[in-house]
């Protein structure tokens, strides 16, 4: 696989948690780790937009469908507040190609 040398640092770790969808984050792909009450403050903002933007405000549609999907509000604030990529879970091809793209981003002619 080609190796290309930066001009800027890339974390995919970093990445792929910062890009992933509401439904990654949630899934078996991600892990939850410890997170500061910044983190959870941070978490529980993103789900109030999310509830604003996808559930017309209504709280109690949210709560409905996490609980169809057999999940808890407390348990989805820890996994957002610090998500990350569980070790043994492949790279989503999109992650994998982002180097490379953002190597011919910010490569020099």
């Not at 190796?3 to 509401?22: E, M, N, V, W």
Request: hydrophobic letters at 45%; aromatic letters at 10%; proline letters at 8%.
């Amino acid at each position: 696989m080609l190796k290309p040398k930066f001009l800027i640092p890339f974390d995919a770790d970093r990445f792929h948690r910062q890009a992933a969808t509401f439904d990654e984050l949630l899934s078996e792909h991600f892990m939850t780790r410890p997170a500061s009450s910044f983190q959870r403050r941070r978490a529980e903002l993103a789900i109030l937009a999310t509830i604003r933007e996808h559930y017309a405000g209504n709280t109690s549609r949210f709560i409905g469908r996490i609980t169809a999907d057999g999940k808890r509000l407390d348990a989805i604030i820890c996994r957002l507040a610090n998500p990350a990529p569980c070790p043994t879970a492949p790279r989503p091809e999109w992650v994998v190609d982002a180097p490379l793209i953002l190597y011919a981003l910010t490569r020099v002619c």
